[in-house]
C-alpha cells in the first residue's frame, strides 16, 4: 500500500501563491497518473489535476490556468503550483492516483491532506 503524505498548505491572502508537495512511498508511483483532489466544506472531492507518468496534465476549468502540476519521479513526488489564489480555492488538498476511466476512482487510501485557506 503506497503511503502519500501532502504539505505545503497554509493561510495566504487572494491573489497570493502557493506551492503544495505530495510525497508518495513504494516505487509504482513512477506508472501511475497522479492527481490533486481537493473539499471544500460541504462540497464533495473534486479533481483538480492530474499527469500522465509520461507528462501529460490536464486541468480542471476552474483552475486552467492558474495552476500547474508537476512532478519528480526520481523522488517520488508530485507538485501543485497555485498562483492567483482565490477564495473558493480554499480547500483540503490531496493527491492519489486516479483511474483511468473512472478519476473519481483512486487506487491508494487518501492521505490527511493539507489545508489551503485564501483570504478575501
Known amino acids: 500500500q503506497v503511503q502519500l503524505v501532502e504539505s505545503g498548505g497554509g493561510l495566504v491572502q487572494a491573489g497570493g501563491s502557493l506551492r503544495l508537495s505530495c510525497a508518495a512511498s513504494?516505487?509504482?508511483?513512477?506508472?501511475?497518473?497522479m492527481a490533486w483532489y481537493r473539499r471544500a466544506p460541504g462540497n464533495q472531492r473534486e479533481l483538480v489535476a492530474s499527469?500522465?507518468?509520461?507528462?501529460?496534465?490536464n486541468y480542471a476549468d476552474s483552475v486552467k490556468g492558474r495552476v500547474t502540476i508537476s512532478r519528480d519521479n526520481a523522488k517520488n513526488r508530485v507538485y501543485l503550483q497555485m498562483n492567483s489564489l482565490k477564495p473558493e480555492d480554499t480547500a483540503v488538498y490531496y493527491c492519489?492516483?486516479?483511474?483511468?476511466?473512472?478519476?473519481?476512482?483512486?487506487?491508494?487510501?487518501w492521505g490527511q491532506g493539507t489545508q489551503v485557506t485564501v483570504s478575501s
Open positions: 499527469i500522465t507518468s509520461g507528462g501529460t496534465t
Open positions: 513504494g516505487s509504482i508511483f513512477r506508472t501511475k497518473t
Open positions: 492519489n492516483a486516479p483511474f483511468d476511466i473512472a478519476p473519481t476512482l483512486v487506487y491508494w487510501s
